[in-house]
């Protein structure tokens, strides 16, 4: 079913052959949910693929070699190898699936990827719980070349801000999400309170130790009147005792702020952009910069020695209860926008961002109210279940010809989407192509406080 070598998009969808998740990573369901998803995408997106005018090639992309365990039986290997012999769309990469493995899947993918359709302008990756409208997909992106160079590094997404990055247990996604802008205006105003508590803790007037500050930030003393006595910043990060399941979001965040502070762990890199992991693109030069660039997988083998590596190790694959609500550490989408940020930020080179819009392309999840599918929409993403009617709603809801979105291009900062003083994405000419920031005056107000910040002499 893939396209020759003429593709002008390849997409490869990542999928489970094997069920080491069953000690890895239980979020992420079996190996013949993945063989049923994988049958599904096939049936809706055959005859668009066979269209003589299609130039996408699908793939799913799952890992070759099994785990060592004896859940990996011999009749699944003739199973997946039947498959590969009948469809010949399976695109096998030299991993085993494991909790910390996710974002290796991303490289693997463009790596295979990239010699085998040489003129390919762009890739795509996404998970097998995503039905993607091919056709619109193709059409976007067609349009995308024509707004930004098709050379140059170009990242395409449902795009957020990432506050920082936790350099000693390498958490890229824990750290704070902070909604759902295209703008980094409120990643910028938490990365502001994080600094100025930190800094508050570095030159602290009242000698607060760093077991104090733990007890009452984190520990079963806090108090937030305590911590206000010696940094307003700090009293602000800290959560009042309650049951963990009353916890929000956000409580969670501040938790993993206060953490990280106390750790002297939040790195000096600015805040960073990243992309929806459920399907999103790199143009072909940005692709082959990642492949190349040694730093990410310097990166990876730096995450197999950290704390939650090592425990994970120690008890046989087996994840920790606390985390057995997440696919994978960290979040393969979040590593990635850290990638293409630091590698970009270390070699001066300029990004093109291009934001495929909340609930007018790209919709998280399934919905049939507020922002349904439409012939806008590219992505419906949370379909776990193959035999859910939001396959073919989602399928029936867009098959008409494409509605373009609207995009200005222009600076980041002339755009209003950065606001962080420094940030590689002004010092480097990077360029946002969507809508302007509709808050354009809370972004500038929160750019102030930050400059008046940095002229205060405070350490960021």
């Keep these: 079913m893939p396209r020759p070598k003429d593709a002008f998009v ?228 800290v959560v009042p005792l309650r049951e963990r399941a009353l916890l929000s979001d956000m409580d969670h965040t501040r938790q993993q702020a206060a953490l990280s502070i106390a750790s002297r762990a939040v790195d000096p890199s600015p805040p960073f952009p990243q992309v929806n992991g459920p399907c999103f693109g790199v143009s072909r030069a940005l692709a082959q910069r990642l492949v190349e660039d040694a730093r990410p997988r310097r990166w990876l083998e730096r995450l197999r020695e950290t704390e939650i590596a090592r425990t994970v190790q120690a008890r046989g694959g087996r994840i920790p209860s606390r985390m057995r609500g997440s696919a994978c550490f960290p979040m393969g989408d979040s590593v990635f926008g850290f990638w293409v940020s630091d590698v970009l930020r270390a070699r001066h080179e300029a990004l093109n961002i291009v934001d495929s819009p909340l609930f007018v392309q790209h919709h998280p999840w399934p919905t049939y109210t507020r922002g349904h599918m439409s012939n806008r929409s590219i992505v419906l993403h949370d379909l776990k279940n193959p035999n859910s009617s939001a396959w073919s709603f989602a399928a029936r809801m867009s098959s008409g010809p494409f509605q373009p979105t609207r995009r200005t291009c222009r600076t980041c900062e002339d755009m209003g989407w950065v606001t962080w003083p420094g940030s590689v994405a002004v010092r480097d000419g990077w360029r946002c192509c969507g809508k302007p920031a509709e808050t354009r005056e809370l972004a500038r107000e929160c750019r102030d406080r930050l400059c008046g910040h940095r002229q205060s002499g405070a350490t960021l």
Excluded at 73 to 99: I, P
């Design 10 to 237: 390849v997409v490869g969808l990542l999928s489970l052959a094997y069920d080491s998740n069953v000690r890895c990573c239980p979020k992420r369901g079996s190996s013949s949910l993945g063989a049923a998803r994988r049958r599904k995408i096939r049936e809706l997106s055959r005859r668009f693929l066979e269209e003589p005018s299609s130039r996408v090639a699908l793939h799913f992309v799952l890992a070759a070699v099994p785990p060592q365990s004896k859940l990996a039986t011999g009749a699944l290997d003739r199973a997946l190898q039947e498959e590969h012999a009948r469809e010949g769309d399976l695109l096998l990469v030299n991993m085993s699936e494991g909790f910390l493995e996710c974002a290796r899947k991303y490289l693997l993918f463009f790596d295979a990827a990239l010699p085998r359709y040489p003129n390919a302008q762009y890739l795509v990756a996404g998970d097998d719980d995503n039905y993607i409208q091919l056709a619109h997909l193709e059409a976007d992106l067609r349009l995308v070349s024509q707004l930004v160079p098709a050379t140059g590094m170009t990242l395409w997404g449902l795009l957020t801000w990432r506050s920082y990055y936790n350099n000693l247990s390498m958490d890229t996604s824990g750290v704070g999400f902070m909604g759902w802008d295209p703008v980094d205006w409120q990643a910028a105003r938490f990365r502001l309170l994080i600094d100025r508590c930190a800094a508050d803790l570095e030159h602290n007037s009242m000698n607060i130790s760093s077991r104090v500050f733990k007890l009452q930030m984190l520990g079963a003393t806090r108090n937030a009147s305590l911590v206000r006595r010696w940094s307003t910043a700090c009293a602000r990060l």
